[in-house]
């Protein structure tokens, strides 16, 4: 099995900055693309921004230019970076790792206040 844990989320002013990190543990053997999704009350979950093993990067037209997704290998740890935050950036994130099967994290709250 794979275990997800997310840290960074909280209470920010619009036009600040979030960090939010993702650890892996377990069988990461199974995890190829690393991620992160989010829900908004009422929405559907939505990828933000993936990455893979290689490094290349999937990122949601919303966040473009604003967030930035990095991943350390080694560490078996994917970080995004959230700048110039918006109210509508307000949901749960949730860490995603996919590759023989998919896992999720149990998802952290990123408030941000207008």
């Known amino acids: 099995q794979v275990q997800l844990v997310e840290s960074g989320g909280g209470l920010v002013q619009a036009g600040g900055s979030l960090r939010l990190s993702c650890t892996a543990s377990?069988?990461?053997?199974?995890?190829?693309?690393m991620g992160w999704y989010r829900q908004a009350p009422g929405k559907e979950r939505e990828l933000v921004a993936v990455i893979t093993n290689g490094g290349s990067t999937t990122v949601a037209d919303s966040v473009k230019g604003r967030f930035t997704i990095s991943r350390d290998n080694a560490k078996f740890t994917v970080v995004l970076q959230m700048n110039s935050l918006k109210p509508e950036d307000t949901a749960v994130y949730y860490c995603?790792?996919?590759?023989?099967?998919?896992?999720w994290g149990q998802g952290t709250q990123v408030t941000v206040s207008s």
């Open positions: 377990g069988t990461i053997f199974r995890i190829n693309t």
């Open positions: 995603h790792g996919a590759g023989r099967g998919s896992y």
